[in-house]
């Protein structure tokens, strides 16, 4: 059964520049740099038939491509931090590519996602960590500049089943339409 979800893949000069900050927090999992992603439609383990019907149906997303913003780090999870990520500006072009592949996902019958979307990268997973060394990694990378990079296709991972985790595989990609978010490449957002 494999382990799916949609995303936008991270380029290679963006995962450089975010790998540069890893390190500084015992008991961080830092994302090697190739795995970085941002997840828009979490599918979990399913099996082959209902695979091929989410990759089949993602054939008909229609949308221009557009601009993904990073916008600063952050972390999930509060008093229990669960992880440092890049927050993602939630655009409305990336928020409609989302919630049309929530739509589909249920129209193929999955159940629908509870959880609100928060666009992110992860760039490590924290198993206790503690609260003041994340609130002062946090602090000392205040110097994060807004970057953006353009996106012209999504793909469809697999993980490995009821793990998790890379390294990713590409199942299939979708382009998206038109050339909007090419012409700024990697332009500063600042
Ligand atoms: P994360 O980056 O916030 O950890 C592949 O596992 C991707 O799907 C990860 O990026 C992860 O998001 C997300 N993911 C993993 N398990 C999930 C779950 N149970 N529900 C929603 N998203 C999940």
Redesign the pocket.
């Known amino acids: 059964m494999p ?1 799916l ?1 949609t ?1 936008i893949e991270v380029p290679k000069e963006i995962g450089t520049m975010l790998s540069m900050l890893r390190g500084g927090i015992h008991g961080a999992r830092w ?1 090697d740099p190739e795995n970085y ?3 828009l439609r ?1 599918i ?1 383990d399913i099996d082959d038939r209902t695979a091929n019907e989410v990759a089949g149906i993602l054939d008909f997303v229609e949308r221009p491509s557009f601009k993904v913003t990073l916008t600063g780090l952050g972390q ?1 999870g509060g008093k229990k931090p669960r ?1 440092i ?1 890049a927050s993602v500006q939630p655009t409305p072009a990336l928020i409609e590519l989302q919630a049309e592949h929530e739509r589909m996902m249920q129209r193929i019958g999955l159940p629908a ?1 509870g ?1 609100r979307f928060t666009p ?3 760039l490590a ?1 924290l198993r206790d960590a503690s609260v003041i060394e994340v609130a002062d990694y946090l602090s000392t990378r205040g110097g994060f500049r807004s970057v953006s990079f353009p996106v012209s296709r999504f793909v469809l ?1 697999s ?1 490995r089943a009821s793990q ?2 890379g390294p ?1 595989i590409v199942e299939a990609d979708y382009p998206l339409r038109g050339r909007a978010g090419l012409e700024q490449r990697y332009a500063n957002a600042m």
């Open positions: 382990r979800f995303a994302i992603h941002l997840t979490f979990g999930f992880a990520i996602e959880r992110h990268v992860t997973r991972y993980s998790g985790g990713y």
